[in-house]
């Protein structure tokens, strides 16, 4: 695999073109958590998610690593599939929180992708439905409608 900045391009608009798939699954995912966590979170809609995946890609430190583990996961099958499971999940997981950012969201990312992976089923190889979680649970997680992440962090120090 080569990365060029036109490769890295591309996978730009396969993750905006994957809009129909991995939105539902972020709805669902937040649908999901707002139960077990007893809150109501924003619904994301297709337009917030291509916007999104604009901010992440203009961030050329950010958009080639996500690129990489995008083909990588586009690419990845392992014949019988369980003794590949630890390659996928890793990728999966680490495209998460690439996507999500720094800490703490990229913590969240990850345990959200996990979150995300039990119930997501795509057709394709060993790495396709980790890569469908993997998306929802970056982008989920760094785009608005939790109500912790609305305002300041009321543990900020403020030394004056």
Avoid: K
Avoid at 67 to 87: E, H, N, S
Avoid at 94 to 111: I, W
């Amino acid at each position: 695999m080569e990365l060029t900045p036109a490769a890295v391009a591309d996978e730009c608009e396969w993750v905006r073109d994957r809009a129909p798939t991995v939105v539902p699954l972020i709805n669902a995912t937040r649908d999901r958590l707002g139960d077990c966590f007893g809150v109501e979170v924003g619904r994301v809609n297709p337009d917030a998610y291509r916007e999104e995946v604009d901010v992440v890609f203009a961030d050329g430190d950010r958009a080639v690593n996500v690129a990489g583990y995008v083909a990588l996961l586009r690419d990845l099958d392992v014949t019988d599939d369980y003794p590949g499971f630890v390659v996928d999940e890793v990728l999966g997981r680490e495209l998460a929180a690439t996507v999500a950012g720094g800490q703490p969201f990229s913590l969240l990312a990850q345990a959200t992708f996990h979150f995300a992976d039990v119930v997501t089923h795509t057709e394709g190889g060993a790495g396709a439905d980790d890569l469908d979680a993997a998306l929802a649970a970056g982008f989920q997680t760094r785009l608005p409608g939790w109500e912790w992440t609305e305002g300041e962090s009321p543990f900020a120090v403020d030394r004056e």
